[in-house]
């Protein structure tokens, strides 16, 4: 069965590395602002719940507060395999990151990512007794973007149509940190 890309006179396939995937896990994630954050992915029914990552620092780590007693926290415990996955807008900016995560009560960075709508969740603050810091390590992941923007991948997808072709301004690949 033939590939849809074989018909794109374009590159549109670009696996990063390092640094350069770094950037595009960074970029596409704040894009997307918010995730779905599985765990239990080894396990056949997978276990999914909305989460906002509340920092990704220079090593493309994620970091997130979550409630000690939270059935994430206890998935964790078990196998710290996660996959997080970010939409930043209907038809671009897709991202899908294995990871490593592990659980910590390092006040510090509670004190570094706490905001004061989190008090919906943590009604005792930052204080809060079941707060811990769930840091992310992306191992690996896929992404799908588009190359100049929505704009240009709209009017090459109306040129394509009206011509016959495929003039797509994706790009996908590998990102592995």
């Given at each position: ?42 396990g056949g029914n997978f276990s ?32 710290a395999s996660v996959q997080l ?73 109306i040129i394509g149509a009206i ?15």
């Open positions: 069965m033939d590939s849809i890309n074989k018909n794109q006179p374009e590159k549109n396939k670009e696996n990063l590395l390092g640094e350069n995937a770094i950037k595009k896990i960074k970029l596409l994630a704040k894009k997307a602002e918010s995730c779905f954050f599985c765990t239990n992915i080894n999914t719940r909305p989460m906002a990552p509340e920092q990704i620092d220079d090593d493309g780590n994620f970091w997130f507060l979550s409630a000690s007693d939270s059935h994430k926290n206890k998935e964790i415990s078990i196998d996955l970010f939409q930043g807008s209907p038809h671009s900016d897709f991202l899908s990151i294995n990871g490593r995560a592990e659980i910590s009560r390092d006040k510090n960075k509670i004190d570094e990512l706490w905001d004061g709508i989190m008090k919906t969740w943590f009604t005792e603050g930052k204080d809060d007794p079941r707060i811990t810091v769930i840091k992310v390590a992306p191992t690996d992941g896929y992404y799908w973007d588009t190359k100049h923007g929505e704009a240009v991948a709209f009017t090459k997808m011509a016959g072709k495929t003039l797509d301004d994706s790009i996908e690949g590998t990102v592995k940190v």
